[in-house]
Nanobody
Framework: QVQLVESGGGLVQAGGSLRLSCTAS????????MGWFRQAPGKEREFVAA????????YYTDSVKGRFTISRDNAKNTVYLQMNSLQPEDTAVYYCATCQIFGSMKVPDFGSWGQGTQVTVSS
């Protein structure tokens, strides 16, 4: 239900970093756990990371553990994804979404979605 807008994507070389932002229009942002997904051309949408309402709880897909960090600033209605040590296989459109069932990595358990932001990692 909340409107989400992602930003911060771009082109980086392998080993570089990007910080994605997702800003919500609703004033009930702090109520929702939030997540990040990504989708490469020809591939299914893949879970990346999620964060609890307070920011104290997080979980990640195995391929990004130790490299990506999800965080949030409820006062700014924003969730972030800090991406370090980027690899070409990280190339995808990245989407943020509200989370309806915290702990899930499944698309149907996430609600409102942003339009996505492109991340391209070159060799």
């Amino acid at each position: 239900q909340v409107q989400l807008v992602e930003s911060g994507g771009g082109l980086v070389q392998a080993g570089g970093s990007l910080r994605l932002s997702c800003t919500a229009s609703g004033r009930t942002f702090s109520y929702y756990p939030m997540g990040w997904f990504r989708q490469a051309p020809g591939k299914e949408r893949e879970f990346v990371a999620a964060i609890s309402r307070t920011g104290l709880g997080t979980y990640y897909t195995d391929s990004v553990k130790g490299r990506f960090t999800i965080s949030r600033d409820n006062a700014k209605n924003t969730v972030y994804l800090q991406m370090n040590s980027l690899q070409p296989e990280d190339t995808a459109v990245y989407y943020c979404a509200t989370c309806q069932i915290f702990g899930s990595m499944k698309v149907p358990d996430f609600g409102s979605w942003g339009q996505g932001t492109q991340v391209t990692v070159s060799s």
